[in-house]
């Protein structure tokens, strides 16, 4: 049984378009985070969040805005999107930001044409 | 530069054998995870590590913050042990985002 759900699980988006890619985590985490890989490169994080505040973000660019309308939730909205943007996004949890196991769910593999 | 190096970058591995994977850290780790990604992308946990050891089944890990290493021995390969292992760090005061490595793809033949 997936603990952390992603949806969908594959994504073909038109350049200049926008995208939400869903998380939804069941594990009873306080926090909840965004990673990005491209291409089997290690993974890249993107934004943290703990008790649905953003604590952390290293994504340069603002067309990539989380969204938490629930604890348990973390959502990623993908604006003016454009081929760069092609990768896999995994949602992960942990109990709690920081000095915790941290888990993913089995990401969104997103093409941009 | 890389702030986690894994190294070797690809290994092949007979049914049987045994090998080690290794990770050095630039940054000062206080948590190390290493992770097994299958060929289908998803990630499994395998060890979460403050300083010290830890063994589950045929997988072995220790991670040394004095040193900034952490390792991940393989004993008695199987086929399914193949995929690309990461290890990552956590650095710093609680909070930080997990830096991952370069990753290592490992092989196992009959």
Not at chain 2, 57 to 64: I, N, Q, T, Y
Not at chain 2, 82 to 99: K, V
């Amino acid at each position: 049984d997936p603990k952390i759900i992603q949806k969908p699980k594959y994504l073909v988006a038109v350049t200049g378009s926008e995208k939400i890619l869903i998380c939804e985590q069941y594990l009873g985490h306080n926090a909840m985070y965004w990673y990005r890989q491209s291409a089997k490169k290690p993974l890249e994080f993107m934004f943290s969040y703990s008790y649905q505040k953003l604590m952390d973000n290293q994504t340069a660019s603002s067309r990539f805005q989380p969204q938490s309308s629930k604890k348990n939730h973390l959502d990623l909205q993908i604006t003016a999107l454009k081929p760069d943007d092609s990768a896999t996004y995994f949602c992960a949890s942990s109990q709690d930001r920081g000095k915790t196991e941290v888990f993913f769910g089995k990401g969104t593999r997103l093409t941009v044409v | 530069g890389d702030k986690v190096k894994q190294s070797p970058s690809a290994l092949s591995l007979q049914e049987g054998t045994n090998s080690a994977l290794r990770c050095n850290f630039s940054i000062a780790a206080t948590t190390v995870q290493w992770f097994l990604q299958n060929p289908r992308g998803s990630l499994m946990n395998l060890f979460y590590l403050v300083p010290g050891t830890k063994e589950n089944g045929r997988l072995k890990s220790a991670f040394d913050s004095k040193e900034s290493y952490s390792t991940l021995h393989i004993r008695d390969a199987q086929l399914e042990d193949s995929g690309t292992y990461f290890c990552a760090a956590e650095a710093g005061q609680g909070g930080r985002a997990l830096i991952f490595g370069t990753g290592t793809t490992v092989s196992v033949s009959p």
